[in-house]
């Protein structure tokens, strides 16, 4: 036996499909433009869904009078009804996590105090990278400096090995200029020499 469209069971079921299409809607509108507030004074949030089990639930009932007139076709629904398309509750859980997300930000910023208190976090956090990057910079100079140390010293004992190099190679071009002329003596004895040599 065929069901036809018009069946009860199918109207019912195409209108359970119908309302969590419009929560869905609901809820991807309120994370493009924000959560209602549920005042004019805009410090607290106006009622949203936060459990599967809540999505369900909800039929408009539970928001305040004005956020009531601008959901339409919100009605209760069955989880069965709603986890019998895989694609939809996954959707659905997808929304409600980023839901959640968007009201603790929300919260966050409408609360002077937590606002306070995150501003003061954020000047810790900065002063912290600040003292991070003075005693970074402090180490870099140390070491720079005991660089520059080191360097001089090596310059130093260089230029001392140089001058020990310059006056030794001094000394011994004195010595070989000393050599030289005594060779040259020498040459010259030996060849007054040679001349008597001979004569015997």
Known sequence: MTVSDKHVSRRLRASAL???????????????????????????????????????????????????????????NSYETLAAGAERLNDVRRLLKLVKVEAEATKRRLDPKVALHESAVELEAERAKRRGALLGYRRARQETRAWRRKFQDEERAHRETMLHLKKELKDRDAELVELHAQVATLTAMLKKTSPIRSVR
């Not at 493009?32 to 869904?49: C, I, K, V």
């Open 18 to 76: 119908a309302s969590i299409d419009a929560k869905r809607s609901i809820l991807m509108h309120w994370l493009r433009n924000g959560l209602p507030p549920s005042g004019p004074d805009a410090s607290e949030l106006d009622w949203y869904p936060t459990s599967l089990r809540t999505f369900c639930a909800w039929d408009g009932s539970q928001n305040s009078a004005s956020v009531r007139r601008q959901i339409k076709g919100v009605t209760r």
